[in-house]
Protein backbone atom coordinates (compact mmCIF):
# COMPACT_ATOMS: atom_id res chain seq x y z
CA UNK A 1 0.00 0.00 0.00
CA UNK A 2 1.14 3.42 -0.81
CA UNK A 3 2.43 6.43 1.52
CA UNK A 4 -1.14 7.56 0.10
CA UNK A 5 -3.32 4.96 0.80
CA UNK A 6 -2.15 4.59 3.92
CA UNK A 7 -2.91 7.97 4.92
CA UNK A 8 -5.99 8.10 3.35
CA UNK A 9 -7.23 5.05 5.41
CA UNK A 10 -5.56 7.10 8.41
CA UNK A 11 -7.16 10.23 7.82
CA UNK A 12 -11.17 8.54 7.24
CA UNK A 13 -10.74 5.79 10.13
CA UNK A 14 -8.92 7.18 12.99
CA UNK A 15 -11.68 9.89 13.11
CA UNK A 16 -14.80 7.05 12.13
CA UNK A 17 -14.99 9.12 9.34
CA UNK A 18 -16.57 8.44 5.42
CA UNK A 19 -16.04 8.91 2.21
CA UNK A 20 -19.44 11.49 2.27
CA UNK A 21 -18.21 12.98 5.40
CA UNK A 22 -14.80 14.21 3.96
CA UNK A 23 -16.22 14.89 0.62
CA UNK A 24 -18.46 17.60 2.89
CA UNK A 25 -15.37 19.41 3.96
CA UNK A 26 -14.19 23.00 1.76
CA UNK A 27 -11.14 22.10 -0.57
CA UNK A 28 -9.06 24.08 2.17
CA UNK A 29 -9.87 22.06 5.07
CA UNK A 30 -9.18 18.86 2.80
CA UNK A 31 -5.94 20.00 1.92
CA UNK A 32 -5.13 20.90 5.64
CA UNK A 33 -6.13 17.32 7.00
CA UNK A 34 -4.04 15.67 4.52
CA UNK A 35 -1.24 18.12 5.12
CA UNK A 36 -1.75 17.00 9.31
CA UNK A 37 -2.09 13.30 8.24
CA UNK A 38 1.26 13.08 6.10
CA UNK A 39 3.62 15.52 7.93
CA UNK A 40 2.71 13.71 11.15
CA UNK A 41 3.57 10.22 9.61
CA UNK A 42 6.22 11.48 6.97
CA UNK A 43 8.00 14.53 8.27
CA UNK A 44 7.94 17.67 6.04
CA UNK A 45 10.96 16.71 3.66
CA UNK A 46 9.34 13.37 3.15
CA UNK A 47 6.14 15.01 1.59
CA UNK A 48 5.32 16.17 -1.69
CA UNK A 49 2.65 18.54 -2.33
CA UNK A 50 1.28 15.94 -5.44
CA UNK A 51 0.98 13.44 -2.52
CA UNK A 52 -1.25 16.03 -0.40
CA UNK A 53 -3.27 17.10 -3.08
CA UNK A 54 -3.88 13.61 -4.05
CA UNK A 55 -4.59 12.08 -0.26
CA UNK A 56 -7.42 15.45 0.02
CA UNK A 57 -9.12 14.29 -3.15
CA UNK A 58 -8.27 17.67 -4.87
CA UNK A 59 -7.27 18.65 -8.30
CA UNK A 60 -3.89 19.34 -8.97
CA UNK A 61 -2.58 22.80 -8.40
CA UNK A 62 -4.61 23.63 -5.87
CA UNK A 63 -2.52 23.80 -2.83
CA UNK A 64 -0.48 26.60 -4.68
CA UNK A 65 -3.66 28.65 -5.19
CA UNK A 66 -4.81 28.16 -1.52
CA UNK A 67 -1.51 28.26 0.23
CA UNK A 68 0.82 29.07 -1.96
CA UNK A 69 3.87 26.67 -0.94
CA UNK A 70 4.90 24.16 1.44
CA UNK A 71 5.91 26.43 4.70
CA UNK A 72 2.24 27.87 4.54
CA UNK A 73 0.63 24.80 4.32
CA UNK A 74 2.30 23.18 7.29
CA UNK A 75 2.02 26.06 9.33
CA UNK A 76 -1.89 25.62 8.39
CA UNK A 77 -1.52 22.04 9.56
CA UNK A 78 0.06 23.13 12.79
CA UNK A 79 -2.13 25.77 13.90
CA UNK A 80 -5.10 23.24 12.91
CA UNK A 81 -3.69 20.61 15.42
CA UNK A 82 -2.70 22.82 18.03
CA UNK A 83 -5.81 25.02 17.77
CA UNK A 84 -8.20 21.98 18.44
CA UNK A 85 -6.03 21.01 21.34
CA UNK A 86 -6.98 24.49 22.64
CA UNK A 87 -10.59 24.06 21.32
CA UNK A 88 -10.85 20.31 23.29
CA UNK A 89 -9.23 21.95 26.55
CA UNK A 90 -11.50 25.17 26.53
CA UNK A 91 -14.41 22.90 26.27
CA UNK A 92 -13.90 21.37 29.22
CA UNK A 93 -12.74 24.33 30.99
CA UNK A 94 -16.05 24.86 32.77
CA UNK A 95 -15.40 21.20 33.79
CA UNK A 96 -12.67 21.54 35.86
CA UNK A 97 -13.41 25.26 37.77
CA UNK A 98 -15.38 23.50 40.75
CA UNK A 99 -12.72 20.92 41.15
CA UNK A 100 -9.67 21.39 43.64
CA UNK A 101 -6.35 22.02 42.32
CA UNK A 102 -4.96 18.07 42.48
CA UNK A 103 -8.53 17.15 40.63
CA UNK A 104 -7.84 19.83 37.98
CA UNK A 105 -4.67 18.39 37.50
CA UNK A 106 -6.05 14.63 37.43
CA UNK A 107 -8.02 15.91 35.25
CA UNK A 108 -6.00 17.92 32.95
CA UNK A 109 -3.87 14.81 32.45
CA UNK A 110 -6.87 12.65 31.87
CA UNK A 111 -8.24 15.12 28.71
CA UNK A 112 -4.21 15.20 27.51
CA UNK A 113 -4.66 11.51 27.01
CA UNK A 114 -8.40 11.90 25.18
CA UNK A 115 -7.40 14.20 22.95
CA UNK A 116 -3.84 12.51 22.47
CA UNK A 117 -6.12 9.25 21.54
CA UNK A 118 -7.99 11.61 19.43
CA UNK A 119 -5.46 13.18 17.83
CA UNK A 120 -2.51 10.95 17.50
CA UNK A 121 -0.82 13.65 14.56
CA UNK A 122 -0.16 15.81 17.13
CA UNK A 123 2.37 13.79 18.80
CA UNK A 124 3.71 12.38 15.60
CA UNK A 125 4.07 15.90 14.38
CA UNK A 126 6.13 17.02 17.55
CA UNK A 127 8.15 13.68 17.14
CA UNK A 128 8.99 14.55 13.75
CA UNK A 129 9.72 18.15 14.53
CA UNK A 130 11.35 17.72 17.85
CA UNK A 131 14.18 15.78 16.86
CA UNK A 132 15.77 18.81 14.57
CA UNK A 133 16.28 22.35 15.01
CA UNK A 134 14.56 24.52 12.45
CA UNK A 135 12.43 27.21 12.05
CA UNK A 136 9.11 24.81 12.33
CA UNK A 137 10.33 24.57 15.59
CA UNK A 138 10.63 27.48 16.42
CA UNK A 139 7.15 28.13 14.82
CA UNK A 140 5.71 25.70 17.34
CA UNK A 141 7.56 26.58 20.71
CA UNK A 142 6.43 30.05 20.11
CA UNK A 143 3.24 29.85 18.82
CA UNK A 144 1.59 27.13 20.45
CA UNK A 145 4.42 25.17 23.16
CA UNK A 146 5.58 27.79 25.69
CA UNK A 147 2.27 29.12 26.57
CA UNK A 148 0.89 25.47 26.89
CA UNK A 149 3.76 24.52 29.51
CA UNK A 150 4.06 27.64 31.24
CA UNK A 151 -0.09 26.87 32.33
CA UNK A 152 0.50 23.51 33.26
CA UNK A 153 3.90 23.84 35.00
CA UNK A 154 1.75 26.51 37.43
CA UNK A 155 -0.69 24.06 37.75
CA UNK A 156 1.31 21.66 38.53
CA UNK A 157 3.20 24.28 41.32
CA UNK A 158 0.08 24.15 43.03
CA UNK A 159 0.17 20.45 43.66
CA UNK A 160 3.76 19.25 43.72
CA UNK A 161 6.90 20.58 45.24
CA UNK A 162 8.76 19.95 41.74
CA UNK A 163 12.01 22.44 41.03
CA UNK A 164 12.13 23.83 37.24
CA UNK A 165 15.18 21.01 36.33
CA UNK A 166 12.56 18.08 38.06
CA UNK A 167 9.19 20.10 36.34
CA UNK A 168 11.44 19.11 32.85
CA UNK A 169 11.54 15.27 33.64
CA UNK A 170 7.81 15.61 34.69
CA UNK A 171 6.56 17.12 31.50
CA UNK A 172 8.19 14.62 29.26
CA UNK A 173 6.62 11.79 31.51
CA UNK A 174 3.30 13.31 30.83
CA UNK A 175 3.78 13.86 26.96
CA UNK A 176 4.88 10.71 26.60
CA UNK A 177 2.94 8.88 29.35
CA UNK A 178 -0.15 10.23 27.92
CA UNK A 179 1.10 10.41 23.91
CA UNK A 180 3.24 7.66 22.47
CA UNK A 181 1.01 4.85 22.99
CA UNK A 182 -1.74 6.40 20.23
CA UNK A 183 1.44 7.28 18.44
CA UNK A 184 2.80 4.11 17.82
CA UNK A 185 -0.90 2.64 17.71
CA UNK A 186 0.35 -0.21 14.84
CA UNK A 187 3.05 -1.69 17.01
CA UNK A 188 0.29 -2.00 20.22
CA UNK A 189 -1.75 -3.95 17.53
CA UNK A 190 1.18 -6.12 16.94
CA UNK A 191 2.54 -6.55 20.13
CA UNK A 192 -0.25 -6.30 22.32
CA UNK A 193 -2.83 -7.79 19.82
CA UNK A 194 -5.21 -4.34 20.73
CA UNK A 195 -6.85 -1.27 19.47
CA UNK A 196 -5.36 1.38 21.52
CA UNK A 197 -8.58 3.55 20.10
CA UNK A 198 -10.85 1.10 22.37
CA UNK A 199 -12.53 3.62 24.67
CA UNK A 200 -11.62 1.27 27.58
CA UNK A 201 -8.52 1.52 27.00
CA UNK A 202 -8.41 4.86 26.33
CA UNK A 203 -10.07 5.21 29.83
CA UNK A 204 -7.67 3.01 31.76
CA UNK A 205 -4.67 4.75 29.83
CA UNK A 206 -5.99 7.84 31.51
CA UNK A 207 -6.32 6.99 34.89
CA UNK A 208 -3.43 5.31 35.14
CA UNK A 209 -1.27 8.34 33.80
CA UNK A 210 -3.16 10.58 35.82
CA UNK A 211 -2.05 8.19 39.05
CA UNK A 212 1.53 7.66 38.22
CA UNK A 213 2.29 11.54 37.77
CA UNK A 214 0.40 12.84 40.50
CA UNK A 215 1.48 9.83 43.15
CA UNK A 216 4.97 8.81 41.75
CA UNK A 217 6.04 12.24 42.12
CA UNK A 218 4.27 12.82 45.46
CA UNK A 219 6.40 9.88 46.66
CA UNK A 220 9.70 11.29 44.94
CA UNK A 221 9.08 14.90 47.58
CA UNK A 222 8.41 11.77 50.33
CA UNK A 223 12.10 10.20 49.51
Request: glycine residues 8%; proline residues 2%.
Amino acid sequence: MSTVSKAQESITNRAGLGASDIDGFSTKEKLVRAASTLFSECGFDGVRVGEIEALAGVQRGLLKYHFGDMESIWKAAADDLFGKLVDFRNARNETEIDLSPEEQLSFRIRSFVRYSARCPELNRMMVQEGIRDSWRMVYIVDNFMRPLVQNLQALVAENLSLSDEEFLHWYYMYVGGGALMFSVAPESKHLFGVDVQDPKIVSRHARMAAQFLLNGAKRQEQA
